[in-house]
């Protein structure tokens, strides 16, 4: 295959990265597969990819943002969260294998599975008592997971403030999305900063998955909940498969 064949192929999965990253997280599981299967080594292929995610969730949080599905009040707290945790993750990243978490990912993603699917009466529910400040915690928690390892993290954001502060779907992923954003910005500012992204890789996915993004924002916003929840079940099931594999088959 040509390099320019084998570049429009990775742009494709840019595209339908972004789409379903921006509904219900787990873009990751297209584009990274994508890269490593395209022969590029591990610490590359990782970079790279935050190199072209972050261009698709800029969009997508923009997207929200512009059609008021982000709560202003709690975004900047929620984004300076996301980004220290997502530099605490980066950093004990060289102390801790990511294989150690898959386990845990996998229990977690059954939850929210379990959570998005329950009857709408659970879904939305008042916020907790001190939804702030949990909700502070969660997106530094979440955001040092995705500074970590990251699959899934959208999914347990977006679940996450459902659970919090009883957000509609729709608002819950515009949220999320922020934190989202700030956990890739840390990342793909250490990746370019050491130099690991191959921008000839990267930046033709980065415009696909810009793309896919704005189109997968604003389908979410017109269709609303219900759209969303399939979405989200989707990925679920398919990030759980992918992660239960890799650990059986780790050694």
Same mark, same amino acid.
């Given at each position: $295959?040509?390099?320019?064949?084998? %570049?429009?192929?990775?742009?494709?999965?840019?595209?339908?990265?972004?789409?379903?990253?921006?509904?219900?997280?787990?873009?990751?599981?297209?584009?990274?597969?994508?890269?490593?299967?395209?022969?590029?080594?591990?610490?590359?292929?990782?970079?790279?990819?935050?190199?072209?995610?972050?261009?698709?969730?800029?969009?997508?949080?923009?997207?929200?943002?512009?059609?008021?599905?982000?709560?202003?009040?709690?975004?900047?707290?929620?984004?300076?969260?996301?980004?220290?945790?997502?530099?605490?993750?980066?950093?004990?990243?060289?102390?801790?294998?990511?294989? %150690?978490?898959?386990?845990?990912?996998?229990?977690?993603?059954?939850?929210?599975?379990?959570?998005?699917?329950?009857?709408?009466? %659970?879904?939305?529910?008042?916020?907790?008592?001190?939804?702030?400040?949990?909700?502070?915690?969660?997106?530094?928690?979440?955001?040092?997971?995705?500074?970590?390892?990251?699959?899934?993290?959208?999914? $347990?954001?977006?679940?996450?403030?459902?659970?919090?502060?009883?957000?509609?779907?729709?608002?819950?992923?515009?949220?999320?999305?922020?934190?989202?954003?700030?956990?890739?910005?840390?990342?793909?500012?250490?990746?370019?900063?050491?130099?690991?992204?191959?921008?000839?890789?990267?930046?033709? $996915?980065?415009?696909?998955?810009?793309?896919?993004?704005?189109?997968?924002?604003?389908?979410?916003?017109?269709?609303?909940?219900?759209?969303?929840?399939?979405?989200?079940?989707?990925? %679920?099931?398919?990030?759980?498969?992918?992660?239960?594999?890799?650990?059986?088959?780790?050694?």
């Amino acid at each position: $295959m040509s390099g320019a064949a084998q %570049v429009a192929l990775l742009a494709g999965a840019g595209f339908f990265a972004g789409f379903v990253d921006a509904i219900a997280g787990g873009g990751g599981l297209v584009t990274l597969p994508a890269l490593l299967a395209a022969g590029l080594p591990p610490h590359l292929a990782l970079a790279t990819n935050k190199g072209q995610s972050v261009f698709g969730t800029l969009t997508a949080a923009t997207g929200y943002w512009r059609r008021g599905a982000v709560d202003r009040a709690r975004a900047p707290v929620a984004f300076a969260c996301g980004l220290v945790g997502s530099l605490l993750g980066a950093a004990a990243q060289l102390a801790l294998r990511p294989d %150690v978490l898959r386990p845990l990912v996998i229990v977690l993603l059954v939850v929210a599975a379990v959570v998005v699917a329950w009857p709408r009466r %659970v879904v939305q529910r008042p916020p907790i008592a001190h939804a702030l400040l949990w909700g502070a915690l969660v997106s530094l928690v979440l955001g040092t997971y995705d500074g970590f390892f990251g699959p899934g993290v959208g999914t $347990m954001l977006l679940v996450a403030f459902v659970l919090i502060f009883g957000d509609s779907l729709t608002r819950a992923s515009g949220n999320a999305k922020v934190v989202n954003l700030a956990s890739n910005l840390a990342a793909f500012t250490l990746f370019a900063w050491r130099g690991n992204i191959l921008w000839s890789i990267s930046l033709p $996915m980065a415009a696909a998955n810009a793309l896919g993004a704005w189109t997968g924002a604003h389908l979410a916003i017109r269709h609303g909940d219900r759209f969303i929840r399939v979405i989200v079940l989707v990925v %679920v099931a398919a990030l759980t498969v992918k992660l239960a594999r890799d650990l059986h088959a780790a050694p």
